[in-house]
């Protein structure tokens, strides 16, 4: 299916706002050019998610397939609330990994702890963003809880907002700063740990 996606320009992966929205309108109206279009612009960074999300390519390719059909049968319901058609469709393929992971007996949720939002944590988190790196993040990344790769794959890797990725998981926007927090300084005390390593003789 990934190849699908080369030779069809009709729809740019930097669509606006606004052009999505007209092309989920049409669809909504049952046009398939709309539907097609909407599959062409989603596919990759859906497949990117579940491949990580899931780790191998078979199952990755058969729960894309599963994510579009879903948006098939359900975009007549979608409604325009504050997070964008992309979180939508980013929650149906989330929640089809989640079943997949329980069918396989690998997910276990993070119990959310409340934690307060010190005033400095924007500043804090870039800090530790131009720290780890994204290319490290994402080696370091395995070692976090499967919520926890979920919260810096949506905010990172993907770029959603706070908001968005509570919408996708299916949590508050305080379980996520809490999740990003706890995330960031795991990964920050790797990469400490790292480095006394690396210094030793």
Do not use: C
């Amino acid at each position: 299916m990934a190849n699908e996606t080369g030779g069809n320009t009709a729809v740019q992966p930097t669509a606006t706002s606004q052009q999505v929205r007209r092309l989920v309108d049409r669809a909504q109206q049952g046009e398939r050019s709309a539907l097609e279009e909407l599959y062409l612009l989603h596919f990759d960074r859906i497949y990117s998610y579940l491949h990580l999300s899931v780790g191998n390519r078979h199952d990755a390719e058969d729960l894309t397939t599963q994510t579009f059909l879903k948006m098939l049968e359900s975009i007549g319901r979608f409604r325009w609330r504050s997070a964008p058609f992309s979180a939508w469709l980013f929650r149906i393929a989330h929640n089809l990994a989640m079943d997949h992971f329980r069918a396989v007996r690998r997910w276990q949720p993070e119990e959310e702890v409340p934690e307060p939002e010190p005033p400095e944590e924007s500043a804090a988190e870039e800090e530790a963003l131009e720290s780890i790196g994204r290319r490290s993040m994402l080696e370091l990344i395995e070692n976090l809880s499967p919520e926890q790769q979920q919260v810096l794959t949506l905010k990172f890797v993907f770029n959603f907002s706070n908001g968005e990725a509570a919408t996708i998981l299916g949590k508050t926007e305080g379980a996520i700063k809490s999740l990003q927090h706890r995330a960031l300084a795991s990964l920050q005390r790797q990469l400490g740990d790292v480095g006394s390593s690396a210094q030793e003789p």
